[in-house]
């Protein structure tokens, strides 16, 4: 061993213990400040199905590859990385001989092939990325960037690393090859024998290339070590853990969309009927009272952007940022953990947990950090700021976009729920929704004895649950399909296609009330509790006797949908449902309802929050309406399918006025007329009010119409009927 090799063994050795040392002492404090989380005992179930999804998600990349560009330089730099590690630990080896190599495997063919075309694939995708980040840099003209908010020098930093790292592996093998002791042919490794070609025989040269390459990683390593809150980088590794853990391990697409995540205290879900406010946590006021998950949500987050780049909120001006949400939730957890891990805390009741000899003696910092409401004004030094609660409209696309399964509409909501249930806090306008909720069972406080009014000069009767002996579907009319002047347009089509169709199904009329969605998205877990109850009740009596598979339910309102089909089970409501697109495309596709004049005039859909990418029917609406438009084909807005954007009215935003930046609808709208089709067909009450509206406010009410997809359907299954409900309908308007 000569003078360069001790040299430089002495280094490399130094660093790796400072490093490892420090790697160490980062992980514990994050294993420490993540367990400071509430229970969630259910993350544990079913380890097979969660063990498969984070394969495939992580080896699969299957999230990042809807974005085909940076999804596949992505994952040939998270190979190279992966692998390519065991390059750095051959590096040590290296560093005291030139033909140093790790044991066994270092001396393959095969191996010296793979690691030379992850090599080269790694290089090229690490310079894709950096010139992705280098055009979305949020200092560019033009446009929000994805990357605003985003800790810019440590992407830069890690990008940086990687390079570097692969780059002076080259070198290694270079020098390898120039001083001849480089183990693989030519044909494996045809990059490491031209760069060699090119490289002095400098016999040195292997040792100080090896441990330059050992001195960045253990730097990065150190780095990141500093910084815990660093996600561009720990996101490699807590990612794994984070999908593991997610929610629903089964579902398609993000875990955290369709049902929410039930109102929990101690890792169990609240009973109302036994609760109590000084013993039990009403939704989340400290960043503490977040499950273990939350905190490890925050943790892994990388600040890519994609939440932001497709919220509604962010894309019209509003304050809200998925990506800046959890970035704060996670920069206020670590700040405060010290005073947490203390012993402080406050108890349900308000009251400090410490004593007042631990508080003299915590940190200063971690305790004007404690003293920080989660909820607030910046005035008041709040974590949130009201503004950015109360704008998300509960969409889901951070949720679906999201390549490390973060469920942000789940914390959302739950501060949502301590702000209404004890703070009583929430925008003004939403009271009136939800006292209406309580007092006549739907949001808009119509008297119940007319939820039937829709079924009058119908032409045939509307069968009622008690009056018929039997009957194949139920179908929900939902308030907004009983109530609202447009929506009762959809349930009168719908219920005429079903009734050509000769579709058995019965209405409960009276008995229905609303399902509880905008209570439950507001925050008010106990109205929605009221409400499902009752309406478990009503539908088991309805449905006595039945197996599942046959308590069949049909719905027009997506909201409806969801509730019934995905949080009703939470209650012991067991149910098949169905969205009245997928039950009219099912009457097409089998020959009893027939198209039989064309729709013309073009016509675009536009796929509703809660149908598509909550619960991810895209098909069956696309099927209905290309069934009625004959030879046309539909018209795609830029945005569509899972990537499709809000309406502005979920979330119960229905109900909450717009006061900042631009309206989500009037975006909408825009982007819809850009397409020139004179049709905007919706699946959803909400929506066909959100866009009515916008294209009465851009003027343009006599050129597009904006019409449910069953109407589409009817107009052209039965075009007289259709007229008739049209002029029935302007002379009512």
């Known amino acids: 061993m000569g003078s360069v090799q001790i040299v430089a063994t002495i280094l ?41 999804k984070m394969l495939v998600e992580t080896a699969g990349h299957t999230r990042m590859l809807k974005w085909s560009v940076v999804g596949a330089a992505h994952w040939f730099v998270m ?21 140093g190599g790790l044991p066994i495997i270092g001396h393959w063919t095969i191996f010296g092939l793979a690691t030379e075309l992850i090599g080269v694939f790694g290089f090229v995708g690490i310079l894709v990325l950096m010139a992705i980040r280098l055009r979305n840099r949020p200092t560019r003209p033009g446009g929000r960037s994805r990357f605003t908010g985003s800790t810019m020098w440590q992407g830069y930093f890690v990008e940086w690393v990687v390079l570097l790292v692969l780059i002076f592996g080259f070198l290694i093998r270079g020098f390898k090859v120039a001083t001849d002791h480089f183990e693989y042919p030519v044909w494996a490794t045809p990059v490491s024998h031209a760069i060699g070609n090119a490289l002095p025989a400098w016999e040195a040269g292997v040792s100080v290339a090896a441990v330059i390459k050992i001195i960045i990683s253990m730097t990065w390593l150190i780095v990141i070590s500093l910084n815990v809150t660093m996600g561009v980088a720990w996101h490699r590794f807590l990612a794994f853990f984070n999908i593991f853990f997610k929610r629903e391990p089964a579902k398609p697409a993000g875990s955290g969309l369709g049902a929410l995540r039930p109102m929990m205290s101690d890792g169990k879900p609240l009973d109302f009927e036994e609760a109590d406010p000084e013993k039990d946590q ?39 940022s998925p990506k800046l949400l959890v970035l704060s939730l996670r920069d206020h957890a670590y700040a405060k953990a010290p005073y947490l891990l203390a012993g402080g805390g406050k108890d349900l009741t308000g009251e400090e947990k410490a004593t007042e000899a631990q508080l003299a003696h915590m940190d200063v910092l971690a ?49 949502r729920r301590y702000q209404v249930l004890i703070e009583s806090s929430f925008p003004s306008e939403a009271g009136v929704m939800l006292r209406n909720l309580e007092n006549k069972g739907n949001p808009w406080g119509a008297p119940q004895n007319t939820r039937e009014d829709w079924t009058k000069g119908l032409g045939f009767e509307v069968p009622r649950v008690g009056e018929v002996e039997d009957f194949e579907y139920l179908f929900w009319v939902g308030c907004a399909g009983a109530f609202e002047d447009r929506a009762k347009k959809t349930t009168r089509a719908v219920a005429t296609l079903l009734n050509e169709a000769g579709v058995s199904f019965a209405i409960l009329g009276e008995g229905e009330t609303c399902t509880g969605d905008p209570a439950r998205r507001i925050g008010n877990e106990f109205v929605f509790q009221m409400l499902a109850q009752q309406n478990v009740e009503t539908l088991n009596e309805a449905f006595e006797g039945r197996e599942k598979s046959k308590r069949k339910i049909v719905a027009t309102c997506p909201h409806c949908f969801n509730t019934l089909g995905n949080e009703y089970g939470q209650l012991g409501g067991e149910f098949e449902v169905v969205h009245h697109t997928q039950l009219l495309a099912h009457l097409v596709a089998t020959g009893k309802l027939t198209p039989v004049q064309p729709v013309d005039g073009g016509l675009t859909y536009h796929d509703p929050c809660y149908l598509g990418r909550h619960n991810r029917v895209f098909t069956p609406p696309r099927e209905v309406l290309g069934a009625a438009l004959g030879s046309a084909e539909i018209t795609e807005m830029p945005r569509n399918s899972e990537r499709s954007f809000c309406c502005g009215a979920g979330g119960a935003r229905m109900w909450m006025e717009e006061k900042i930046g631009k309206r989500i609808n009037v975006d909408r709208v825009e982007e819809a007329m850009s397409t020139g089709a004179k049709t905007i067909a919706v699946g959803c009450p909400f929506c066909s009010t959100m866009l009515n509206d916008g294209v009465n406010g851009k003027g343009a009410g006599e050129q597009v119409e904006v019409v449910d997809v069953a109407s589409v359907l009817l107009r052209s299954v039965k075009p007289a009927d259709a007229a008739g409900e049209k002029e029935t309908a302007d002379a009512a308007g």
């Open 12 to 52: 490399a050795a130094a660093i790796t213990a400072v490093a490892v040392g420090l790697a160490v002492r980062a992980v514990m404090k994050m294993v420490a400040v993540i367990r400071l989380g509430q229970p969630a005992p259910e993350r544990f179930t079913d380890k097979g199905a969660r063990t498969r």
């Open 79 to 99: 190979v190279a990385f992966i692998v390519l590690s065991l390059l750095v630990l051959e590096a040590y080896f290296e560093v005291v001989t030139p033909g």
């Open 282 to 320: 009403f939704g989340v006021a400290q960043v503490e009272q977040f499950s273990w998950k939350g905190l490890l949500d925050f943790s892994t987050c990388t600040e890519c952007g994609r939440c932001q780049s497709q919220c509604p909120a962010w894309n019209t001006g509003k304050p809200l």
């Open 367 to 415: 305790l004007a950090e404690a003293d920080r409401p989660l909820i607030g004004t910046a005035e008041e030094g709040g974590v949130i700021d009201p503004d950015v609660l109360w704008s998300c409209t509960t969409c889901g696309a951070c949720v679906e976009q999201c390549p490390v399964d973060i469920e942000h509409v789940d914390h959302i909501v739950d501060m």
